[in-house]
């Protein structure tokens, strides 16, 4: 058993413009230093389909979905001040969405240890009924929501270590007990959330936790705040499922963030998160978020890679099988 990868080649039809830095290449780099270091090679590749009009408005509004449909028919659009959308990109966001339902699925039959979704745009400032920051359709959310509405999770995890605060995944679940969404970022930063005092609402409270780092932090201090407060709450929340908003823009050479973060870091967090996944005998599955210089892009997704193939087989498909119940 390996770990999956899924792109699609219609997701690079998401035309930005020529001088937007959420640009197709950035898809291209991910897969092309994938196969310059042989690591494409190890990994089972798979193409997704675009994601269900009910998949997607489990997050997303029908008015917005609706605005997306229709701008997809005309010219290139911006539908907010950084995000553009043309005659390719629903679709792009719906393959998009459409990998992360893809993945969900192979992880929790077995097919695979992990996987890998190198598809865009990304997903995670993506609102209910707004288009944010590149965004247009919340991949991780789709699929937590479906993980609790379809397949009956009870308790889902996302960790989102991208550069900015996933404020869109934030909104999605904070009045939600089910769906734990832990971020590491830069703060004060875009897109202006992610406080640490922002810890859920209501019957959300507690599960959601945010480790806001200083412009100009480099491994040392984010890998302490992730092993010494994300890696433990993780461990209490007691996930059946866990996925990761793989952003790599906290990469010291990312040309739109201020941290100092190298390759090394991603291993190491993708490590630490597959080991969590091992012990509990739970699926893990990534998407792509932000990413914008493409060498880094490119080194840091291989060496997220690296490290998901260190999995070892999963003894059962990922479902909530292991001994440990909630409460205990
Ligand atoms: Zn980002």
Not at 176 to 200: I, K, M
């Amino acid at each position: 058993m390996t770990s999956g990868f899924l792109d699609h080649p219609d997701c690079l039809a998401h035309d930005t413009g020529p001088s937007h830095p959420e640009r197709a290449s950035r898809q291209t780099a991910v897969r092309a230093h994938l196969e310059r270091t042989g690591l494409l090679a190890e990994l089972e590749l798979d193409r997704p389909e675009p994601a269900d009009e009910n998949s997607i408005l489990a997050v997303h509004g029908r008015e917005y979905l609706q605005l997306v449909q229709r701008e997809a028919q005309t010219a290139s659009t911006r539908l907010d001040p950084d995000t553009v959308a043309g005659p390719g990109s629903e679709r792009a966001a719906r393959l998009a969405s459409g990998g992360v339902l893809k993945a969900i699925a192979r992880v929790r039959k077995g097919d695979w240890s992990n996987a890998f979704v190198a598809c865009r745009p990304p997903g995670h400032h993506a609102e209910k009924d707004r288009a944010m920051g590149f965004c247009l359709f919340n991949h991780v959310a789709v699929g937590a929501r479906y993980l609790i509405e379809h397949e009956g999770l009870e308790r889902v995890a996302i960790v989102d270590w991208d550069v900015h605060h996933g404020n869109g995944t934030q909104h999605s679940f904070e009045k939600d007990s089910q769906v734990f969404y832990a971020s590491l970022h830069q703060y004060p930063f875009y897109p202006g959330t992610g406080a640490a005092n922002e810890r859920g609402i209501g019957a959300g409270e507690g599960a959601t936790l945010n480790l806001p780092m200083a412009e100009g932090s480099g491994d040392s201090k984010w890998m302490q705040a992730f092993e010494n407060a994300l890696l433990p709450a993780l461990e209490a929340f007691d996930p059946q499922f866990l996925i990761i908003s793989a952003g790599f823009d906290g990469h010291r050479d990312d040309p739109l963030a201020g941290l100092e973060l190298s390759s090394q870091t991603y291993k190491e967090m993708t490590r630490g998160l597959v080991q969590l996944c091992e012990q509990r005998a739970i699926g893990l599955v990534s998407s792509l978020e932000g990413g914008y210089d493409l060498e880094s892009l490119g080194n840091s997704a291989c060496s997220h890679v690296e490290a998901l193939l260190e999995a070892k087989p999963r003894t059962n498909s990922g479902q909530a099988l292991h001994p440990h119940q909630p409460g205990s």
